[in-house]
């Protein structure tokens, strides 16, 4: 079975910068879109950004411009760099598989605060 593992999260002030990784295992990888969700407390999960096999990405309206997603098949890890951070940033960030069966990290949390 596919197991993707987060790691990056912590506690930063406004402003400032953090970078989140995930590692797969047992994941052919290179052929599956990936992804970042994430999901405050008492709100829906939502996604942040995406990169598919091709490299293609996409972002969410709230983070284009200020996060970057990107991979690396050879190490069968995927980053997303977060730069000028806002408390509206704060939440567990997830790290997905997609295809036939999707797969989901259990999250790292982010937080951002004065």
């Known amino acids: 079975q596919v197991q993707l593992v987060e790691s990056g999260g912590g506690l930063v002030q406004p402003g400032e910068s953090l970078s989140l990784s995930c590692s797969a295992s047992?994941?052919?990888?290179?052929?599956?879109?990936m992804a970042w969700y994430r999901q405050a407390p008492a709100k829906q999960r939502e996604l942040v950004a995406t990169i598919a096999h091709n490299m293609k990405t996409t972002y969410a309206a709230s983070v284009q411009g200020r996060f970057t997603i990107s991979r690396d098949n050879a190490k069968k890890m995927v980053y997303l760099e977060m730069n000028r951070l806002e408390p509206e940033d704060t939440a567990v960030y997830y790290c997905k598989q997609e295809g036939p069966l999707s797969y989901w990290g259990r999250g790292t949390q982010v937080t951002v605060s004065s």
């Open positions: 047992r994941s052919i990888f290179s052929i599956y879109d």
